[in-house]
């Protein structure tokens, strides 16, 4: 038993961290709206574009079109106008980028441009607390250069209302101790917590990444104490007091709305024209991907890509995904995207404490071992109680293991015993026999190569989870080599694989049963070819179809109560490690179904 | 969420005409001469308003955006033809 992960107040900023040298007006800003978000974007890097930003953008782009040198202080004579300028201040390590100046002699009015709309008061229409305080920053570095500033202007664009803001003392004082505070934040590299339940998070397009409710109720559940968590992860799930109030808003939509594509004809070529990805088939154009339309390019064998798709792809954060004919999966390219180093450096430091990997490692067995028995106990004709039972009993014993050979041992006899009723799970429609190519007459896996199309279908199966798991812990700052549960190895995506654990039975191994079950893949998808059973193209593209319709079903989770598709899922699991391992949590709450 | 558009568009000059049919292709399916069917985000629809502002004549070019609603779960009832059929995707990927 390892010591708890120590409180936020507690730790240590991390090491070697430089800070820039000035703060900018526009993060103050940020901070006083939410300190996370500021966190988020000025000490790691996070962005994510909103219809909001975008539209900012574009209008920005408009008002900085027309810029001219500005004034010294005195040396205008009469009204003065300057656009887009930036200035900073030495004293407070400030800077700004100031939109317009309107001036008079010394005296200046700063304005600036703004998205939206002013906020609307019993006393009238007043600028928002953050916009404030953004203009008292201009004030202040227009100041310290030599102005007189006693007010400041925000003009929201949506009404085409410019509200006035008076520099008053308190203005100022409280915009000192933002600016002091965020200063303080970033140094210590502690990322604040989630704000709860504000109506400020539905339209912060960092909230998929945030999480804050997820966040927010997870840390109420973890500060009760280790007991109580690992009772409320085990079976069966109890239902809290929390849940009935309504469980957790889902601010992210069930799906993502971008398809995976799937290249499995040998000597296919993909170029780029514009933002459309063309695939020719000799001179032949067999299909155009937008690329705004794909989440990820997956290159099964022989394809060639041009530089200019791989470098269209990377700019939009779309990866590379590449694969032997076989399905063996190599790697990814994926563009310079992820920004969180600190992440990783928390990655690297567990990784290396045997405490943390066994108290992750339990909980990622026992939810394997609990999503194997739910799937026989759904879908098996006759399901064995003894089976389950045992099954039941060793997810408990995976909870309170001692080591992680201990655990390797129960997640190898789980396998054996749930391998062995794996058969009873393919039925291919009434009165018919399951065809000869689909029935085990072995006991469990067997792989390098697969002796049966079964084997041959979940080896591809597990081999597209890994995939899908190596390319979400990029996209949440991991490193996928350093895992966990599973120990680091050569050429081994050993975090993916930690956290692909719980998903193997869910999405794999039921896409495999559903495909055999329904007759997307038949025994004539596959050949013999001495001792291995391999897949023919056919057969591997319906295969790709079934795993990603499984990737695109919607289920529930568990401790939050909204419906998501398992592929949301994946990185919905994925940063609640990262909040886990941060700190934020108390525990990972591994998936398993009902 | 996406919202479903039509997006149809009137341009006076060949050169920028060109220039909107290649931004066009990369958001959405080609169903006629210079009109379009794109599956949107809010801020997708902005980067698509934004890049076709940068390439059109204000005063003599215009493209219009016909709002379908939300893309899940529409089906093939909001649009229909008659002579050649229309088709919508939707299978959860692309496999060649
Ligand atoms: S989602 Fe909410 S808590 Fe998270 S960064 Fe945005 S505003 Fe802050």
């Known amino acids: ?594 | 969420m996406r919202n479903s558009y039509l997006v149809c568009y009137d341009i006076s000059d060949d050169k920028r005409l060109r220039r909107v049919f290649q931004i066009m292709r990369g958001w959405g399916d080609h169903l006629q001469l210079s009109v379009f069917e794109c599956q949107l985000t809010r801020a997708e629809l902005a980067e698509l308003k934004g890049e076709l502002g940068e390439v059109i004549h204000h005063e003599q070019d215009q493209v219009l955006f016909v709002d379908l609603g939300p893309a899940e779960g529409r089906g093939d009832r909001v649009i229909t033809a008659i002579g050649r059929p229309y088709t919508s995707f939707d299978a959860p990927c692309y496999v060649v």
């Open chain 1, 1 to 594: 038993m390892g010591a708890p992960l120590p409180a936020e107040s507690e730790r240590e900023p991390a090491a070697g961290r430089t800070l820039p040298d000035y703060l900018p007006a526009r993060m103050v800003n940020e901070y006083v709206y939410c300190p996370r978000l500021f966190f988020y974007e000025w000490v790691e890097g996070i962005f994510v574009e909103s219809a909001d930003t975008i539209e900012g953008k574009q209008q920005h782009r408009r008002v900085d079109r027309e810029g001219a040198p500005m004034a010294a202080p005195g040396e205008a004579e009469g009204e003065w106008k300057t656009r887009s300028v930036t200035l900073s201040s030495e004293r407070h390590r400030l800077i700004a980028r100031i939109d317009l100046i309107e001036g008079e002699g010394r005296r200046v009015t700063p304005v600036d441009y703004k998205h939206g709309r002013p906020r609307e008061t019993a006393a009238g229409l007043e600028a928002w607390p953050s916009d404030r305080t953004q203009l008292a920053v201009q004030a202040l570095i227009l100041r310290e250069n030599g102005y007189e500033c006693d007010e400041g202007i925000v003009f929201y664009q949506e009404t085409r209302q410019r509200v006035r803001v008076a520099m008053t003392p308190e203005l100022v004082e409280e915009t000192l101790k933002a600016a002091r505070e965020a200063w303080e934040t970033a140094r210590r590299g502690v990322m604040p917590p989630p704000l709860a339940g504000s109506p400020k998070c539905p339209g912060c397009s960092l909230h998929p990444v945030c999480l804050p409710d997820e966040t927010n109720w997870l840390r109420g559940v973890g500060r009760d104490g280790d007991e109580r968590q690992l009772s409320l992860f085990g079976e069966p799930v109890p239902r809290k007091p929390a849940m009935s109030e309504g469980g957790v808003r889902r601010l992210v939509s069930a799906r993502t709305e971008l398809r995976p594509a799937y290249l499995d004809t040998q000597g296919l070529r993909v170029g780029r024209s514009g933002d459309v990805l063309v695939v020719k088939d000799e001179d032949k154009v067999v299909q155009e991907l937008r690329i705004h339309d794909l989440c990820q390019l997956n290159l099964m064998g022989n394809i060639q890509v041009t530089t200019q798709a791989v470098q269209a792809l990377c700019e939009e954060g779309v990866p590379v995904c590449y694969f032997s004919r076989g399905g063996w999966f190599y790697g990814v390219t994926t563009g310079l995207v992820t920004k969180n180093v600190f992440l990783r450096q928390m990655q690297f430091r567990l990784a290396a404490e045997p405490w943390f990997c066994l108290r992750l490692g339990r909980q990622l067995v026992a939810g394997k071992i609990r999503n194997q028995r739910t799937m026989i106990l759904r879908n098996h004709v006759e399901p064995d109680a003894r089976l389950l039972a045992e099954m039941k009993r060793m997810a408990e014993v995976a909870v309170r293991a001692k080591s992680l050979e201990e655990l390797l041992g129960l997640e190898g006899n789980a396998a054996r015993l749930y391998f062995e009723a794996f058969g009873g799970l393919i039925k291919t429609g009434e009165g018919t026999d399951v065809p000869k190519v689909f029935r085990l007459d072995f006991h469990g896996r067997n792989r390098r190569p697969p002796r049966d199309a079964v084997n041959a279908l979940l080896s591809l199966g597990y081999s597209l989870l890994a995939k899908d798991l190596t390319v979400t812990c990029y996209a949440v700052g991991f490193d996928p080599m350093m895992g966990f549960y599973h120990q680091p190895r050569f050429g081994r995506p050993a975090l993916a694989l930690d956290l692909m654990e719980p998903f193997r039975p869910l999405v794999v191994d039921s896409a495999v049963i559903q495909a055999i079950n329904t007759r997307m893949i038949t025994e004539k998808d596959f050949v013999q070819a001495g001792p291995a059973v391999v897949l023919k193209p056919e057969g591997r593209k319906a295969f790709y179809r079934a795993y990603e319709q499984r990737m695109d079903t919607l289920v529930t989770h568990p401790l939050f109560e909204y419906r998501v598709s398992y592929r949301r899922l994946l990185e919905i699991q994925a940063r609640l490690l990262a909040r886990y391992m941060e700190g934020e949590i108390g525990e990972y709450p591994v998936f398993v179904t009902r």
